[in-house]
Every structure is written in C-alpha cells, then in structure tokens.
Nanobody, 124 residues
Framework: QVQLVESGGGLVQAGGSLRLSCAAS????????MAWFRQAPGKEREFVAA????????DYADSVKGRFTISRNYDKNTMYLQMNSLKPEDTAVYYC?????????????????WGQGTQVTVSS
C-alpha cells in the first residue's frame, strides 16, 4: 500500500525559511517524477515544483522560482522542498505526489496518490 507522509510545515514570518519533507513507502518511485502541490483555502490545488528521475529534471512554478528548491533522495524514497524568502501568499497546505498517470507534470490529474499534507503559514 502506497503511503506518502509530508512534514516540516509550520508558522513562519515573511522572509523566513522552511524545509518540507515527503516520505514515500509501499513502492519505489525512483523512476517517476514526483511533485509538490499546494492548496490555499477556497482555491484549487496548484503546482509548485517537480523533480524527475534525474537531478537535471526539475520544474518550478514561476511564483516560486528562485526561492524554492526541490530535491530527492532516491535511496530513501524521500523528497524535499527548501523554501526560502517565504511570502504570505505561500500560505497553503502542501502535498507531495508521484506522477503515476499520463499527462503533464504540472497537472494534478496526472497524480493518483496523495499524502495528508502539511500546513505552511506565512505571517506578514
């Protein structure tokens, strides 16, 4: 049974940093893209960043490019999101997911497994 567990969220002031972690179990996703999405209250889930099977395969939403860094530890089946220079508009529940369905890496419909999410709140 696939399980995804996100952690590392919290409350931080604008300009601060957080590091999110995603631990996957039940199946190896080393050959798949894995991504971070986020969802703010009343809004649709939106793409944040993705990391492919190679360290050269990364993609970022324009809103986080230059501030967030995605990384993976393939041996541990884990993924990370280093978030710097946080802004109040980054406030959301952050989810990790492996892209196991067809489609573009930025489309949430291409993902079938989701964790419970971790809350990130950035105060102004």
């Amino acid at each position: 049974q696939v399980q995804l567990v996100e952690s590392g969220g919290g409350l931080v002031q604008a300009g601060g940093s957080l590091r999110l972690s995603c631990a996957a179990s039940g199946r190896s996703f080393s050959n798949y893209f894995m991504a971070w999405f986020r969802q703010a209250p009343g809004k649709e889930r939106e793409f944040v960043a993705a990391h492919g099977p190679s360290d050269f395969d990364t993609d970022y939403a324009d809103s986080v490019k230059g501030r967030f860094t995605i990384s993976r530890n393939y041996d541990k089946n884990t993924m990370y999101l280093q978030m710097n220079s946080l802004k109040p508009e980054d406030t959301a529940v952050y989810y990790c997911a492996p892209q196991v369905l067809s489609g573009t890496v930025r489309d949430a419909r291409a993902y079938d497994y989701w964790g419970q999410g971790t809350q990130v709140t950035v105060s102004s």
